[in-house]
């Protein structure tokens, strides 16, 4: 079965029910050694694809991971960039705000981290969780030192949004590519991986009982995602809802979506000079004498 993006996109302007999105499609490998293949094969097609955006050195990507805990994001990120070049890729996990973060807007610490043209950057959770875990405990917001009047909690998630596209689409029209990946994880398989890391004393550092208060909230959260995935997927900066329950077809899914963006891009390695062509001969004559 051939992968086709299309049908995890997110059509923009639609309303989002999660329910209505499988967390686990039929999977598109046959066996353990067919998957490794597949994924063996879009690894080395990224790195060739990461390889010619970075000498082209016009476009970036940004490459955004969002969901619930336990659905794999890390994972996703360590298979599928596997073959990259480190010089060429740089991944930041973003956790709670620090008090230097919190004096400025909630875009701003994202910002800093946007990578250079010729890069691909990597968000394992962003400036989305200001309208997810933000918006789920309202409290965070309280702490965040707006102005009152801002506070208004009938327009604040309204506001978010209209920031984030206008900074999506500011990022495509000077040439960074934004993919957004929420990984759907269905809330039985989060109850047997949660099991699996209490059982496995090399994964219990994964584990507090803070997961456990987040999962009372599935609801709030799944509520959350489905405002944020209907207001922000655009064609330009598109979200993709990607089956999390069987791991290695999400990674798949995931590699997948990457290598047709990158396809899309109108790239070419830099073509030489007529004059930097005759120094590299007389350079290339001097090296065999």
């Known amino acids: 079965m051939k992968i086709n993006p299309e049908d995890f996109y997110v059509p923009e302007g639609e309303k989002v029910k999660l329910k209505k999105w499988p967390t686990h499609v039929k999977p598109f490998y046959k066996s353990k050694e067919h998957y490794e293949e597949l994924l063996g ?3 080395n097609q990224l790195r060739k694809k990461q390889d010619l955006l970075y000498a082209h050195n ?3 990507l940004l490459l955004i991971f969002q969901a619930m805990d ?10 599928v960039m596997s073959g990259v070049n480190p010089q060429g890729c740089q991944v930041y996990s ?6 230097e973060e919190l004096q400025h807007d909630f875009l701003w610490r994202t910002t800093r981290c946007l990578p250079e043209r010729g890069k691909i950057g990597i968000f394992n959770r962003s400036y989305y969780e200001e309208v997810l875990i933000v918006r ?3 409290e965070i917001l309280q702490s965040q030192g707006l102005p009152d009047e801002l506070l208004d909690k009938k327009d604040i998630w309204a506001h978010r949004y209209q920031s984030i596209r206008g900074l999506e689409r500011h990022l495509f029209q000077n040439g960074t590519r934004v993919l957004k990946f929420y990984l759907h994880l269905s809330k039985e398989e989060q109850r047997k991986r949660f099991l699996r890391r209490i059982d496995r004393p090399e994964k219990n550092w994964k584990f507090t009982t803070d997961d456990i208060r987040e999962r009372k909230l ?8 489905e405002h944020c995935l209907a207001e922000t997927s655009t064609r330009q900066s598109p979200w993709f809802v990607v089956p999390a329950d069987d791991k290695p077809n999400a990674r798949l899914i995931v590699s997948r979506v990457i290598l047709d963006t990158l396809g899309e891009l109108k790239m070419s390695y830099p073509k030489p000079s007529t004059a930097h062509r005759k120094e590299l001969q007389v350079i290339r004559k001097s090296l065999v004498k």
């Open 41 to 43: 094969e879009h690894v």
């Open 58 to 60: 016009r476009y970036s």
């Open 70 to 79: 336990a659905a794999g994001k890390d994972s996703a990120i360590e298979h």
């Open 94 to 99: 973003f956790k709670h705000p620090s008090t």
């Open 136 to 138: 789920v405990h309202p």
């Open 218 to 225: 599935w609801k709030e959260y799944t509520e959350a995602y």
